[in-house]
DNA sequence: GTCTATACAACGATAGAC
DNA sequence: GTCTATCGTTGTATAGAC
């Protein structure tokens, strides 16, 4: 579609003047956009759109599409705040903690971003590789390095798998009465598995 | 549609053989353009090339893309043969047989097929929906209609949780060491929470 | 003046619709 | 088969910083 005779606003072109923050305002914008359409859905012109500015931007800051999708996984959540609320307490019930606090966070979204992040994972081999060493090194990984005795790569991912499936049935496939069943229910059933990975016996 | 080349000799009852297919064709392109490229990845184009027919047949046969892609997943894979595989045995230990099973299956196709099962269930409702009917009614569902005293969906979705993020982890992810591990190794991890989900108490 | 940030235009590719 | 829309990308002119 043509650009429309009403502009929003008629961009200048050139140097803004001040410190203009386009490469930030980009990262921003991208992060919104993959979140909610995945790297296949978003677009270049529709991220710098949401960010004020013109598509080219994208190639001037960062190379390209790909690479602004990697510069933007660089912090897709706050894992402080997400072990904070885990790891302090007892760690015979950090299963329960555990996915008590998967359910919370994805309950707010919707579980939207979820699809849209598995969608990303599924598709592109760089967002892959982005979300396992982000699951690897910082999620699970703090969790496992705190409370396992031993073996912590495989219980990170048996973890992961647990709370990745749980999520993915709960929230993406809809599947019933897992996708309407309250914490209580979910908890009592799958913290005990999440337990048994973290720190139970393990072959 | 075109009939068969004319044939000499007496004119033969009832219908006639080999007519063409050029349905039956289509559904059986879409299926393998579909599970090697997913939903967005597979073309119209392709799967008419490949089932030698004119990409417009798509249209007048489905009316779409999207009717073409429900039309395909009517069966995916076969369920007889699965279940044969799982079912008979001691019931304490059809958690062993599940997870083995799906190993096997996955570790034969190298995950690409699942990759683009996910894909495709993450960005398009009419591929969760289908999934889920035939998880619910058809693959997990008769398991625990054969070997769980109760909660029969409930324990359904927890199996296909554990299953589905698994699969997950080790072919999409290949997060390690998970996803190089044998299959020892992760029936003895995973097992149990699977044998927990079918026959254990549940909250 | 030089350099950089920016917008605009257009290109080649491709996919879906008609 | 053709048409149209849209994608990511690139080339280029311009406005402002230095």
Redesign the interface.
Known sequence: MVAAGAQPGPRRRGRRPGGSDTRGQLLEAARVEFAER?Y??ATVRRIADRAGVDAAMVNHWFGGKEALFTASLDIPIDPVELLADILPGDPEKIGERVVERFLTVWDATGGGPL??M??S???HDAA?RM??EF??NVLVGRIVAAVSPDQH??R???C???????G???Y????????S?DH??LV???A??IQ??LTGP??
Chains 1, 2 share one sequence.
């Open positions: 995945g296949e859905g699809a849209a598995i969608q994972i599924a598709s892959a979300m396992r699951i690897g790569e495989l990170a991912g048996l992961g798998a647990q709370v990745f499936g749980m993915m049935v709960r993406v496939l809809k599947f019933e009465p897992l996708a069943a209580a229910t009592a059933a799958v005990p598995s048994r990975y393990l072959p």
